[in-house]
């Protein structure tokens, strides 16, 4: 008896329990977006994180930041906020009209740039429509990218490593033999702006272009249409320029 209570519960206990459960639901505090960016992910915790909006009034001209930037190779060991992650990644292709346009120009509005961010944390993907970071991967890959990078060391030194990659079918569509062009043009956008938003943000940053292809590939599992382009480490100096 109690059994088939259990297994198949009249009609109003039923509601009750529901709306009991429903009650305990509603009372419950709802992570905020900020609460699960501030504990960052966990060990296979691919949810994804709601980065701070970007501040729009930063500390210097752009001038100041154009006369200031210069390779920096010499990082502090000091991971980088969720506001500096987020003004940088803002910075490379942050969405700034409700039509889709962002902070860099693209051939036809196609977008081929993919760009994640790597920390000893993990990896994760920048998605610019809401200004959030998708975990791809737990777990320091830093050392691997350096690795890949030719051994540059400073590379797994960095507290970020911003990487852009291309997917060049979505300009070859419509532009053919000029897409190649094209995507590297928008590269070269994306990563001028995080090396001025770094100094901005008083921090350093270089353009690394010498690693093996397919080591970044691997390492970073990324899609077989996913080109790595471009490994831009950021930091705070270890001394100011
Ligand atoms: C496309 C490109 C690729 C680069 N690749 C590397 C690299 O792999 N490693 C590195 O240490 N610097 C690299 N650099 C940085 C240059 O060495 C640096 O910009 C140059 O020496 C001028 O110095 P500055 O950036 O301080 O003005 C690269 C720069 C560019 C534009």
Redesign the pocket.
């Known amino acids: 008896m109690r059994n088939r209570t259990l297994s198949f519960p009249p009609l109003r206990s039923a509601c009750l329990a529901a709306a009991l459960a429903a009650l305990v639901l509603l009372a419950l505090p709802a992570p905020s977006p900020r609460a699960v960016a501030a504990e960052g992910p966990g060990k296979g915790d691919h949810r994804v994180i709601q980065l701070p909006n970007p501040t729009l009034k930063g500390k210097m001209t752009l001038e100041e930041a154009m006369s200031k930037?210069?390779?920096?190779?010499d990082f502090r060991q000091r991971a980088l906020t969720q506001e500096e992650i987020g003004q940088i990644l803002w910075s490379a292709g942050g969405q700034t009209r409700p039509w889709g346009g962002r902070t860099v120009p693209s051939a036809g509005a196609l977008y081929p740039l993919e760009i994640d961010i790597a920390t000893p944390e993990g990896v994760f993907r920048y998605l610019p429509e809401r200004h959030q970071l998708q975990p791809r991967a737990t777990g320091n890959l830093l050392p691997k990218l350096a690795a890949a990078?030719?051994n540059?060391h400073?590379v797994a030194q960095a507290p970020a490593v911003v990487v852009i990659s291309a997917v060049y079918e979505r300009t070859k569509r419509r532009y053919g033999s000029r897409a190649e062009r094209y995507v590297h043009m928008e590269a070269g956008h994306a990563?001028q702006n995080i090396h001025l938003e770094a100094v901005s943000l008083g921090l350093g940053s270089?353009?690394?272009?010498?690693?093996n292809d397919s080591e970044v590939h691997r390492v970073l599992a990324l899609r077989a249409d996913e080109k790595p382009l471009?490994?831009i480490p950021v930091g705070e100096p270890a001394q100011r320029p």
Do not use: E, H, P, T
Request: proline content about 0%; charged content about 10%; hydrophobic content about 65%.
């Open positions: 930037r210069a390779s920096i190779r990078a030719l540059q400073f990563a270089v353009a690394v272009g010498a690693f471009y490994l």
